[in-house]
Nanobody, 123 residues
């Protein structure tokens, strides 16, 4: 089992910054992709940013240039630095980890999710 624990959410004024962190713990072979998703009230969960174990990153267009995802493979942590926050960034942010394991000789992955952390940006 894998546990993801998020921290760093809160209330901030527009233009401000927040840093989200997520730590993975438990028993696992490896973690492939890690990332952040968010869900605003009445909307579907959307990808915000992801990073591979090799450090490649991907961002949704709306956060490019403002958010930065980083990862520490040795500590099994992923962070999201959010700058120039806007009211439309308000949402519950979820950490995601794609955990690898072997099923017989087949390598498979399974997604795990954190409990979510609220980010509220006031105008």
């Amino acid at each position: 089992q894998v546990q993801l624990v998020e921290s760093g959410g809160g209330l901030v004024q527009a233009g401000g910054s927040l840093r989200l962190s997520c730590a993975a713990s438990g028993s696992f072979l490896t973690i492939d992709d890690m990332g952040w998703y968010r869900q605003a009230p009445g909307k579907q969960r959307e990808l915000v940013a992801t990073t591979t174990s090799g450090g490649s990153t991907n961002y949704v267009d709306s956060v490019k240039g403002r958010f930065t995802i980083s990862r520490d493979n040795a500590k099994n942590t992923v962070h999201l630095q959010m700058n120039s926050l806007k009211p439309e960034d308000t949402a519950v942010y979820y950490c995601n980890a794609e955990v690898g394991y072997f099923e017989s000789v087949m390598y498979r992955t399974r997604d795990y999710w954190g409990q979510g952390t609220q980010v509220t940006v006031s105008s």
